[in-house]
């Protein structure tokens, strides 16, 4: 069992609206984690998330599309403060946000809110801005600490520079979790801004597997995807290049596609990552890659169903 810990907001997406072309927003449900726990779900891994949603109109719509995407909430809370909301800025496809976040449901999580954590869990997933902003930030540190030794944890910290106020706490915050983490995935704007200096990639890949994890991913859009390795291992996967409609999500649905993966190929368990051979590795690479292609050549971040992939094959 995944379970997806983080956070779900409303993305709203720039559109012209009206007959005279006004600038506008349409609301689509989103987040970091909420997207990785979409995708999964209707890849047909059956994951849980772990959050609080609110118990306005917002709330309502990111509950509604958890469940009919397959996701189970059994995990989740519900709490009388607002949604967190996104504005994003499109600049040739690539996204950019200003978060609305002060006092929301999912940020003032703590650790003593959260219900028994399920033995079941063999795979934790953090990620996003629940990384950032606290409480909730500390509230999913300290929860890969308590229930991550024995688990795989996957995280994806999407660096967003504009929304860490305390920038030396946060990366104190990172260390931690990664630390825990078995998996770190980033993009390698986030690798340049986690291991800053004159470093090559595998060199600032290589600050990374330092800290703990046995596997990071470092995508760079349309130039693909590699996996650096502990053991010294670098596997690369090239990508096909995609008429890009908008990159939100992408990320997102890409960390789905390779846990999605790894857990139907049975080797998502804690003892079996350093035993993952290259071809374990490049197929879950490929999901991963496949599944973010998708996303990109949509609007908004809407991952594809299992089914849409096979009749795509």
Same mark, same amino acid.
């Given at each position: 069992?995944?379970?997806?810990? /983080?956070?779900?907001?409303?993305?709203?997406?720039?559109?012209?609206?009206?007959?005279?072309?006004?600038?506008?927003?349409?609301?689509?449900?989103?987040?970091?984690?909420?997207?990785?726990?979409? #995708?999964?779900?209707?890849?047909?891994?059956?994951?849980?998330?772990?959050?609080?949603?609110?118990?306005?109109? !917002?709330?309502?719509?990111?509950?509604?599309?958890?469940?009919?995407?397959?996701?189970?909430?059994?995990?989740?809370?519900?709490?009388?403060?607002?949604?967190?909301?996104?504005?994003?800025?499109?600049?040739?496809?690539? #996204?950019?946000?200003?978060?609305?976040?002060?006092?929301?449901?999912?940020?003032?999580?703590?650790?003593?809110?959260?219900?028994?954590?399920?033995?079941? $869990?063999?795979?934790? !997933? !953090?990620?996003?801005?629940?990384?950032?902003?606290?409480?909730?930030?500390?509230?999913?540190?300290?929860? #890969?600490?308590?229930? /991550?030794?024995?688990?795989?944890?996957?995280?994806?910290?999407?660096?967003?520079?504009? !929304?860490?106020?305390?920038?030396?706490?946060?990366?104190?915050?990172?260390?931690?979790?990664?630390?825990?983490?078995?998996?770190?995935?980033?993009?390698?704007?986030?690798?340049?801004?986690?291991?800053?200096?004159?470093?090559?990639?595998?060199?600032? $890949?290589?600050?990374?597997?330092?800290?703990?994890?046995?596997?990071?991913?470092?995508? #760079? *859009?349309? $130039? /693909?995807?590699?996996?650096?390795?502990? %053991?010294?291992?670098?596997?690369?996967?090239?990508?096909?290049?995609? %008429?890009?409609? %908008?990159?939100?999500?992408?990320?997102?649905?890409?960390?789905? *596609?390779?846990?999605?993966?790894?857990?139907?190929?049975?080797?998502?368990?804690?003892?079996?990552?350093?035993?993952?051979?290259?071809?374990?590795?490049?197929?879950?690479?490929?999901?991963?890659?496949?599944?973010?292609?998708?996303?990109?050549?949509?609007?908004?971040?809407?991952?594809?169903? $299992?089914?849409?992939?096979?009749?795509?094959?």
């Amino acid at each position: 069992m995944i379970v997806c810990c /983080g956070e779900a907001l409303i993305d709203m997406i720039p559109a012209k609206c009206g007959e005279t072309g006004e600038a506008g927003f349409i609301p689509r449900a989103g987040g970091s984690v909420f997207n990785t726990s979409v #995708a999964l779900g209707r890849l047909g891994a059956e994951p849980r998330f772990l959050s609080c949603l609110s118990t306005d109109m !917002f709330g309502a719509t990111l509950e509604r599309s958890l469940r009919e995407s397959k996701v189970n909430l059994d995990l989740c809370l519900w709490a009388n403060r607002p949604t967190t909301m996104a504005y994003v800025r499109l600049t040739q496809g690539n #996204a950019s946000y200003v978060f609305h976040d002060e006092n929301t449901a999912g940020r003032m999580i703590a650790l003593d809110d959260l219900k028994p954590f399920p033995e079941e $869990a063999t795979t934790l !997933f !953090f990620g996003g801005i629940s990384l950032v902003v606290e409480p909730c930030a500390e509230t999913y540190a300290a929860l #890969a600490e308590r229930e /991550g030794a024995n688990r795989v944890v996957m995280v994806d910290p999407n660096i967003r520079p504009e !929304f860490i106020v305390d920038e030396d706490r946060f990366r104190s915050r990172l260390d931690r979790i990664f630390k825990m983490a078995n998996i770190v995935k980033v993009s390698d704007e986030d690798l340049e801004w986690l291991a800053p200096g004159e470093l090559s990639i595998l060199e600032r $890949a290589e600050v990374i597997l330092d800290k703990g994890p046995e596997i990071v991913l470092v995508t #760079a *859009g349309g $130039a /693909g995807v590699t996996a650096y390795l502990g %053991d010294g291992r670098v596997i690369n996967k090239s990508i096909t290049p995609k %008429d890009v409609v %908008d990159t939100v999500g992408a990320g997102d649905s890409f960390n789905a *596609g390779f846990l999605r993966s790894l857990q139907s190929d049975g080797v998502l368990e804690h003892f079996s990552l350093t035993n993952l051979s290259e071809n374990q590795i490049y197929k879950a690479l490929t999901l991963g890659a496949t599944v973010a292609g998708v996303v990109v050549s949509r609007i908004g971040a809407n991952p594809p169903w $299992a089914e849409e992939l096979e009749n795509a094959s």
